[in-house]
């Protein structure tokens, strides 16, 4: 069983930064990788970027591989996707979810956060 809450979500400006955490607990989440999605009102879940969690590699959405960095910290159990350069269109929920693949579909997740609000105005 893992464990994910999210937290630092909010309202932003146009341009502006952000740094999602998603704090992760349970027996042998080592062996997972970690993701982040979002949803916007009417849209699917669209992913993001996971993180490995034992070894750090990554992988990015194409959408968002410029702007958003995922990272993790071992000695806090926290995952990070910060985000530079918001746009209004990145105004969604923003979930992390873990799994043992390392896939981009929300569907092959078995663990989720309860998501996270970002609005990014404009």
Same mark, same amino acid.
Do not use: L
């Given at each position: 069983q893992v464990q994910l809450v999210e937290s630092g979500g909010g309202l932003v400006q146009a341009g502006d930064s952000l740094r999602l955490s998603c704090a992760v607990s349970g027996r042998t989440f080592s062996d997972y990788a970690i993701a982040w999605f979002r949803q916007a009102p009417g849209k699917e879940r669209e992913f993001l970027a996971v993180i490995r969690w034992g070894g750090g @590699?990554? *992988? *990015?959405?194409? @959408?968002v591989k410029a702007r958003f960095t995922v990272s993790r910290d071992n000695a806090k159990n926290t995952m990070y996707l910060q985000m530079t350069s918001l746009k209004p269109e990145d105004t969604a929920v923003y979930y992390c979810a873990a799994d043992t693949g390392y896939g981009t579909s929300s569907y092959e997740y078995d663990y989720w956060g309860q998501g996270t609000q970002v609005t990014v105005s404009s």
């Open positions: @590699s990554t *992988y *990015y959405a194409d @959408s």
